[in-house]
Protein backbone atom coordinates (compact mmCIF):
# COMPACT_ATOMS: atom_id res chain seq x y z
CA UNK A 1 0.00 0.00 0.00
CA UNK A 2 0.98 3.63 -0.50
CA UNK A 3 -0.93 5.19 2.24
CA UNK A 4 -0.47 8.62 0.31
CA UNK A 5 0.25 9.66 -3.07
CA UNK A 6 -0.31 13.24 -4.69
CA UNK A 7 -2.92 11.83 -8.06
CA UNK A 8 -3.10 15.54 -9.12
CA UNK A 9 0.02 15.00 -10.82
CA UNK A 10 -0.44 12.01 -12.55
CA UNK A 11 -1.38 12.47 -16.28
CA UNK A 12 -3.16 9.24 -16.85
CA UNK A 13 -5.62 9.94 -15.11
CA UNK A 14 -8.42 10.48 -17.40
CA UNK A 15 -11.81 9.00 -15.98
CA UNK A 16 -12.89 9.10 -11.87
CA UNK A 17 -15.58 7.20 -10.15
CA UNK A 18 -16.71 8.74 -6.79
CA UNK A 19 -18.82 6.50 -4.87
CA UNK A 20 -21.12 7.52 -1.66
CA UNK A 21 -23.69 4.94 -0.58
CA UNK A 22 -25.24 6.14 2.61
CA UNK A 23 -27.63 8.33 4.13
CA UNK A 24 -28.83 11.23 2.78
CA UNK A 25 -27.24 13.61 5.51
CA UNK A 26 -23.87 11.68 4.53
CA UNK A 27 -24.07 11.80 1.12
CA UNK A 28 -25.07 15.72 0.91
CA UNK A 29 -22.08 16.42 3.57
CA UNK A 30 -19.74 14.75 0.91
CA UNK A 31 -21.06 16.98 -1.84
CA UNK A 32 -18.31 19.35 -0.32
CA UNK A 33 -15.81 16.36 -1.47
CA UNK A 34 -17.35 15.95 -5.05
CA UNK A 35 -16.12 19.50 -5.87
CA UNK A 36 -12.75 19.74 -4.76
CA UNK A 37 -11.87 16.50 -7.01
CA UNK A 38 -13.48 18.38 -9.74
CA UNK A 39 -11.20 21.65 -8.65
CA UNK A 40 -8.45 19.32 -8.96
CA UNK A 41 -9.06 17.33 -11.92
CA UNK A 42 -10.57 19.89 -14.20
CA UNK A 43 -10.52 17.82 -17.74
CA UNK A 44 -11.63 14.55 -16.40
CA UNK A 45 -14.75 12.54 -16.52
CA UNK A 46 -16.25 12.47 -13.42
CA UNK A 47 -19.18 9.96 -12.82
CA UNK A 48 -20.72 9.39 -8.99
CA UNK A 49 -22.08 6.39 -7.80
CA UNK A 50 -24.91 6.76 -4.84
CA UNK A 51 -28.21 5.56 -3.92
CA UNK A 52 -31.42 5.62 -6.21
CA UNK A 53 -33.16 8.18 -3.60
CA UNK A 54 -30.24 10.69 -4.14
CA UNK A 55 -29.89 10.66 -7.41
CA UNK A 56 -32.70 13.84 -7.66
CA UNK A 57 -29.79 15.79 -5.63
CA UNK A 58 -27.49 15.46 -8.55
CA UNK A 59 -29.35 15.69 -11.70
CA UNK A 60 -28.19 19.13 -12.20
CA UNK A 61 -24.80 18.83 -10.92
CA UNK A 62 -22.03 19.83 -13.67
CA UNK A 63 -19.17 18.12 -12.08
CA UNK A 64 -20.70 14.70 -13.17
CA UNK A 65 -20.42 13.35 -16.28
CA UNK A 66 -22.83 10.36 -15.89
CA UNK A 67 -24.93 8.95 -12.40
CA UNK A 68 -25.49 5.57 -11.33
CA UNK A 69 -27.69 4.39 -9.16
CA UNK A 70 -28.09 0.88 -9.38
CA UNK A 71 -29.00 -0.37 -5.65
CA UNK A 72 -26.34 -2.51 -3.19
CA UNK A 73 -27.89 -2.31 -0.21
CA UNK A 74 -28.42 -5.33 1.54
CA UNK A 75 -31.87 -5.51 1.86
CA UNK A 76 -32.51 -4.11 -1.78
CA UNK A 77 -30.19 -4.68 -4.17
CA UNK A 78 -28.42 -7.46 -2.38
CA UNK A 79 -25.97 -9.66 -4.58
CA UNK A 80 -28.34 -9.15 -7.86
CA UNK A 81 -27.18 -5.06 -7.36
CA UNK A 82 -23.46 -5.96 -6.26
CA UNK A 83 -23.40 -7.54 -8.94
CA UNK A 84 -25.14 -5.11 -11.77
CA UNK A 85 -22.71 -3.23 -10.06
CA UNK A 86 -20.05 -4.72 -11.14
CA UNK A 87 -20.69 -5.11 -14.76
CA UNK A 88 -21.36 -1.61 -14.90
CA UNK A 89 -17.65 -0.36 -13.35
CA UNK A 90 -15.75 -3.17 -15.67
CA UNK A 91 -17.00 -1.39 -18.84
CA UNK A 92 -15.73 1.93 -17.78
CA UNK A 93 -12.12 1.73 -17.70
CA UNK A 94 -11.51 4.34 -14.82
CA UNK A 95 -8.58 5.03 -13.51
CA UNK A 96 -9.06 6.39 -9.83
CA UNK A 97 -11.88 5.53 -7.93
CA UNK A 98 -12.65 7.45 -4.47
CA UNK A 99 -14.61 5.06 -2.12
CA UNK A 100 -16.15 7.82 0.67
CA UNK A 101 -17.88 5.31 2.17
CA UNK A 102 -15.93 2.51 3.19
CA UNK A 103 -17.58 0.61 4.69
CA UNK A 104 -18.10 -3.23 4.79
CA UNK A 105 -20.69 -2.94 1.67
CA UNK A 106 -18.57 -1.15 -0.28
CA UNK A 107 -15.08 -2.72 0.56
CA UNK A 108 -16.76 -5.99 -0.73
CA UNK A 109 -17.58 -4.43 -3.88
CA UNK A 110 -14.21 -2.75 -4.05
CA UNK A 111 -12.76 -6.40 -3.09
CA UNK A 112 -14.65 -7.43 -5.86
CA UNK A 113 -13.81 -5.44 -8.53
CA UNK A 114 -9.76 -6.14 -7.35
CA UNK A 115 -10.47 -9.90 -8.12
CA UNK A 116 -11.77 -9.51 -11.60
CA UNK A 117 -8.31 -7.48 -12.82
CA UNK A 118 -10.16 -4.66 -13.87
CA UNK A 119 -10.07 -2.56 -10.76
CA UNK A 120 -8.29 1.20 -11.24
CA UNK A 121 -5.14 2.02 -10.62
CA UNK A 122 -5.84 3.69 -7.57
CA UNK A 123 -7.96 2.81 -4.95
CA UNK A 124 -8.75 5.89 -2.46
CA UNK A 125 -10.66 4.93 0.36
CA UNK A 126 -11.31 6.35 4.33
CA UNK A 127 -9.83 3.72 6.11
CA UNK A 128 -6.06 2.10 5.37
CA UNK A 129 -7.01 -1.59 4.63
CA UNK A 130 -7.56 -3.73 1.24
CA UNK A 131 -8.43 -2.99 -1.41
CA UNK A 132 -7.51 0.62 -0.93
CA UNK A 133 -3.80 1.49 -1.55
CA UNK A 134 -4.24 5.65 -0.90
CA UNK A 135 -5.94 5.92 2.52
CA UNK A 136 -6.20 8.71 5.65
CA UNK A 137 -3.75 8.19 8.41
CA UNK A 138 -4.79 5.95 10.84
CA UNK A 139 -3.63 8.02 14.10
CA UNK A 140 -6.17 11.00 13.53
CA UNK A 141 -9.39 11.33 15.35
CA UNK A 142 -12.38 12.03 13.22
CA UNK A 143 -15.73 11.30 14.09
CA UNK A 144 -16.80 13.34 11.63
CA UNK A 145 -17.98 12.82 8.21
CA UNK A 146 -16.67 16.02 6.89
CA UNK A 147 -13.10 15.79 8.33
CA UNK A 148 -12.87 11.98 7.69
CA UNK A 149 -13.29 12.59 4.03
CA UNK A 150 -10.94 15.86 4.07
CA UNK A 151 -8.20 13.87 5.25
CA UNK A 152 -8.85 11.37 2.73
CA UNK A 153 -8.82 13.76 -0.30
CA UNK A 154 -5.80 15.57 1.59
CA UNK A 155 -4.00 11.49 1.62
CA UNK A 156 -4.56 12.06 -2.63
CA UNK A 157 -2.91 14.80 -2.93
CA UNK A 158 -6.16 17.17 -3.46
CA UNK A 159 -6.34 20.62 -1.49
CA UNK A 160 -9.89 20.40 0.18
CA UNK A 161 -11.33 24.00 0.05
CA UNK A 162 -15.10 23.56 -0.37
CA UNK A 163 -16.36 24.86 3.76
CA UNK A 164 -19.44 23.77 3.14
CA UNK A 165 -21.92 20.79 1.07
CA UNK A 166 -22.58 22.24 -2.33
CA UNK A 167 -25.92 21.26 -5.10
CA UNK A 168 -27.43 22.28 -7.88
CA UNK A 169 -31.11 22.67 -7.63
CA UNK A 170 -32.36 23.09 -11.32
CA UNK A 171 -34.67 25.98 -12.16
CA UNK A 172 -37.66 24.08 -11.90
CA UNK A 173 -36.54 23.92 -7.99
CA UNK A 174 -36.25 27.53 -8.16
CA UNK A 175 -39.36 28.75 -10.24
CA UNK A 176 -41.63 26.11 -7.22
CA UNK A 177 -39.85 27.54 -4.56
CA UNK A 178 -40.52 31.71 -5.53
CA UNK A 179 -44.06 30.84 -6.40
CA UNK A 180 -44.41 29.32 -3.54
CA UNK A 181 -42.97 32.27 -1.43
CA UNK A 182 -45.37 34.37 -3.63
CA UNK A 183 -48.48 32.47 -2.78
CA UNK A 184 -48.04 32.17 0.84
CA UNK A 185 -46.93 36.04 1.36
CA UNK A 186 -42.84 35.32 2.20
CA UNK A 187 -40.36 37.98 1.68
CA UNK A 188 -36.54 37.25 1.70
CA UNK A 189 -35.03 37.41 5.22
CA UNK A 190 -38.53 37.95 6.82
CA UNK A 191 -39.39 34.14 7.78
CA UNK A 192 -38.08 31.63 9.33
CA UNK A 193 -38.02 27.25 8.76
CA UNK A 194 -38.61 24.87 11.01
CA UNK A 195 -37.26 21.14 10.05
CA UNK A 196 -39.31 19.51 12.58
CA UNK A 197 -39.28 16.05 11.57
CA UNK A 198 -37.00 12.94 10.69
CA UNK A 199 -37.90 9.65 9.08
CA UNK A 200 -40.03 7.72 10.98
CA UNK A 201 -37.94 4.79 12.16
CA UNK A 202 -35.61 8.10 14.15
CA UNK A 203 -38.94 9.25 15.84
CA UNK A 204 -36.07 9.83 19.02
CA UNK A 205 -34.50 12.55 17.33
CA UNK A 206 -38.15 14.75 17.19
CA UNK A 207 -37.95 17.63 18.96
CA UNK A 208 -41.56 16.91 19.58
CA UNK A 209 -44.85 18.79 17.93
CA UNK A 210 -45.37 20.81 20.99
CA UNK A 211 -42.30 22.08 21.46
CA UNK A 212 -41.88 23.51 18.05
CA UNK A 213 -45.08 25.15 17.97
CA UNK A 214 -43.98 26.84 21.38
CA UNK A 215 -40.68 28.15 19.58
CA UNK A 216 -42.98 28.96 16.22
CA UNK A 217 -45.00 31.49 18.71
CA UNK A 218 -42.07 32.68 20.13
CA UNK A 219 -40.65 33.52 17.08
CA UNK A 220 -43.97 35.19 15.84
CA UNK A 221 -43.75 37.52 19.03
CA UNK A 222 -40.10 38.38 18.38
CA UNK A 223 -41.12 40.12 14.93
CA UNK A 224 -40.37 36.75 12.58
CA UNK A 225 -43.30 37.54 10.06
CA UNK A 226 -43.81 34.30 9.07
CA UNK A 227 -43.21 30.34 10.03
CA UNK A 228 -42.32 27.68 7.54
CA UNK A 229 -43.00 23.86 8.12
CA UNK A 230 -41.52 21.72 5.44
CA UNK A 231 -40.86 18.37 5.49
CA UNK A 232 -41.58 15.41 3.64
CA UNK A 233 -44.14 11.96 3.60
CA UNK A 234 -42.72 11.16 7.07
CA UNK A 235 -43.43 14.44 9.04
CA UNK A 236 -46.79 15.19 7.52
CA UNK A 237 -48.36 14.22 10.93
CA UNK A 238 -45.95 16.17 12.96
CA UNK A 239 -46.32 19.26 10.92
CA UNK A 240 -49.91 19.30 10.96
CA UNK A 241 -49.69 19.20 14.57
CA UNK A 242 -47.74 22.55 15.09
CA UNK A 243 -50.19 23.92 12.85
CA UNK A 244 -52.87 22.61 14.47
CA UNK A 245 -51.28 24.31 17.84
CA UNK A 246 -50.93 27.68 15.76
CA UNK A 247 -53.74 29.86 15.11
CA UNK A 248 -52.94 32.13 12.33
CA UNK A 249 -52.12 32.51 9.00
CA UNK A 250 -48.02 33.40 10.05
CA UNK A 251 -47.89 29.70 10.24
CA UNK A 252 -47.63 28.12 6.43
CA UNK A 253 -47.26 24.21 6.61
CA UNK A 254 -45.75 22.97 3.36
CA UNK A 255 -44.62 19.53 4.36
CA UNK A 256 -45.04 17.25 1.43
CA UNK A 257 -45.18 20.39 -0.96
CA UNK A 258 -41.84 20.62 -2.20
CA UNK A 259 -39.48 18.16 -3.85
CA UNK A 260 -35.70 17.97 -2.05
CA UNK A 261 -34.05 20.40 -3.92
CA UNK A 262 -36.96 23.22 -3.61
CA UNK A 263 -35.51 23.55 0.17
CA UNK A 264 -32.18 25.02 -1.29
CA UNK A 265 -33.52 28.26 -2.32
CA UNK A 266 -36.23 28.32 0.05
CA UNK A 267 -33.48 28.31 2.80
CA UNK A 268 -31.50 30.36 1.16
CA UNK A 269 -34.29 33.39 1.22
CA UNK A 270 -34.91 32.53 5.13
CA UNK A 271 -33.84 34.41 8.03
CA UNK A 272 -33.05 31.17 10.45
CA UNK A 273 -33.63 27.82 10.26
CA UNK A 274 -34.35 25.45 13.26
CA UNK A 275 -34.02 21.51 12.47
CA UNK A 276 -33.39 18.24 14.41
CA UNK A 277 -30.95 15.88 13.29
CA UNK A 278 -32.56 15.05 9.99
CA UNK A 279 -31.15 15.08 6.34
CA UNK A 280 -33.20 18.00 5.60
CA UNK A 281 -31.29 20.04 7.90
CA UNK A 282 -27.66 18.97 5.75
CA UNK A 283 -29.57 20.24 2.77
CA UNK A 284 -30.21 23.10 4.05
CA UNK A 285 -26.51 23.43 5.04
CA UNK A 286 -25.58 24.24 1.45
CA UNK A 287 -26.66 27.84 2.46
CA UNK A 288 -25.20 30.38 4.81
CA UNK A 289 -28.23 30.97 6.16
CA UNK A 290 -27.93 31.21 10.42
CA UNK A 291 -29.65 27.36 11.48
CA UNK A 292 -30.06 25.84 14.92
CA UNK A 293 -29.88 21.87 15.02
CA UNK A 294 -31.39 20.06 18.03
CA UNK A 295 -29.39 17.22 19.18
CA UNK A 296 -30.38 14.55 21.82
CA UNK A 297 -29.76 10.78 20.84
CA UNK A 298 -26.81 11.54 18.37
CA UNK A 299 -23.70 13.26 18.74
CA UNK A 300 -23.13 16.93 17.32
CA UNK A 301 -19.72 16.10 17.11
CA UNK A 302 -20.75 13.24 14.41
CA UNK A 303 -24.32 14.75 13.13
CA UNK A 304 -23.84 18.01 13.18
CA UNK A 305 -24.44 20.19 9.76
CA UNK A 306 -21.23 21.27 8.13
CA UNK A 307 -20.90 25.33 8.58
CA UNK A 308 -19.95 28.37 10.77
CA UNK A 309 -23.81 29.50 10.59
CA UNK A 310 -24.74 26.17 12.47
CA UNK A 311 -25.23 25.69 15.93
CA UNK A 312 -25.99 22.49 17.53
CA UNK A 313 -28.00 22.28 20.79
CA UNK A 314 -27.69 19.50 23.02
CA UNK A 315 -28.77 18.80 26.63
CA UNK A 316 -25.81 18.11 29.13
CA UNK A 317 -27.54 14.94 30.92
CA UNK A 318 -25.86 11.53 30.87
CA UNK A 319 -27.87 9.06 28.49
CA UNK A 320 -27.70 11.50 25.59
CA UNK A 321 -25.65 10.13 22.49
CA UNK A 322 -27.43 6.40 23.28
CA UNK A 323 -27.81 6.30 19.61
CA UNK A 324 -30.94 4.20 20.76
CA UNK A 325 -34.34 3.73 19.09
CA UNK A 326 -36.65 3.41 22.09
CA UNK A 327 -36.18 5.09 25.11
CA UNK A 328 -36.40 4.26 29.05
CA UNK A 329 -36.39 8.23 30.56
CA UNK A 330 -39.34 9.77 28.74
CA UNK A 331 -36.87 11.31 25.91
CA UNK A 332 -35.57 13.01 28.77
CA UNK A 333 -32.66 14.36 26.13
CA UNK A 334 -35.08 16.26 24.28
CA UNK A 335 -37.60 17.24 27.14
CA UNK A 336 -34.58 19.01 28.97
CA UNK A 337 -34.17 21.61 25.75
CA UNK A 338 -36.86 24.08 25.90
CA UNK A 339 -37.94 26.96 23.33
CA UNK A 340 -36.05 29.21 25.74
CA UNK A 341 -32.91 27.78 24.94
CA UNK A 342 -33.34 26.97 21.26
CA UNK A 343 -34.10 31.06 20.75
CA UNK A 344 -30.90 32.00 22.60
CA UNK A 345 -29.07 29.65 20.59
CA UNK A 346 -30.45 31.27 17.64
CA UNK A 347 -29.30 34.70 18.57
CA UNK A 348 -25.90 33.45 18.36
CA UNK A 349 -25.75 32.25 15.33
CA UNK A 350 -28.70 34.93 13.83
CA UNK A 351 -28.36 38.23 15.83
CA UNK A 352 -30.89 39.83 18.05
CA UNK A 353 -34.25 38.49 17.42
Not at 23 to 43: H, K, L, N, T, Y
Not at 94 to 123: C, E, H, I, K
Not at 157 to 168: D, K, Q
Not at 295 to 324: F, H, M, S, W
Amino acid sequence: MNPTSDLTTDPTIRRILVMKWSAMGDVVISSAMFQDIRRAFPEAEIDLHTLPPYRQLFEHDPSFSELCTIDVRRRQGGWRGLWSWLRFVLGRHYDVVFDLQSNDRSRLAMTLWWLTGGAPRWRVGNHRRFPYNVARPPSAVLPHAFDMQRATLAAAGIPARTERPVLHPGEDHRRHAAELMAAHGLEAGRFAVLLPGSQAAGWLKRWGAQRYAALARLLRERGVDKVVLLGGPDELEECAAIAGACDGSWLVNLCGQTKMLDLVPLAAAARLIVANDTGTAHVASCTTTPMVVICGPTDPRRVKPVGENVRALQADIDCRNCYGKTCAHDHACMAAITPAMVLAALTKVAGPL
